[in-house]
């Protein structure tokens, strides 16, 4: 529940986006994705790792509204995530990196298209 609470607020700020804005947001998505991949593969292949999330959940106690008011004892499930280190195969590493910044290239040319006409709603 507290959850909506924090994401409530940047849906109300993405339905003020004009159309233009969106139309910007919608046609660089994807670059932005295949550069943050990028990113962490050369991140990756510099350390000689990756890097993980992994899980760790734990029950939690607090109290909560109970009948009449009252406040009574309640469980809640909580999930932190950490990183963990995780062995790679480089040689793979090094070729994902390679589709990616060909990928890049496809991207750009796309982008470049896109945003054009994105212009067109300014």
């Known amino acids: 529940m507290i959850r909506l609470f924090l994401i409530a ?3 109300l700020l993405t ?12 046609a660089t998505e994807d670059l932005r994705v295949v550069n943050r991949l990028i990113a962490e593969t050369r991140a ?8 993980e999330k992994e899980p760790d959940t734990s029950i939690g106690i607090s109290f909560c509204a109970g009948n009449r ?5 309640c469980t809640q499930r909580e999930t ?4 963990r280190p995780v062995a790679f195969d480089r040689a793979a590493e090094e ?3 390679a589709d990616l ?3 890049r290239l496809e991207l750009e040319v796309r982008t470049r298209r896109d945003l054009k006409a994105c212009d067109a709603l300014a």
Do not use: F, H, M
């Open 101 to 103: 910044e060909a990928k």
């Open 44 to 51: 990756n292949l510099e350390r000689g790792y990756a890097i």
């Open 15 to 26: 339905a003020c986006a004009t159309p233009e804005q969106r139309c910007i947001a919608d």
């Open 95 to 97: 070729r994902k990196l």
């Open 69 to 73: 008011g009252r406040a009574v004892l």
């Open 9 to 11: 607020p940047l849906l």
């Open 80 to 83: 932190e995530y950490r990183d």
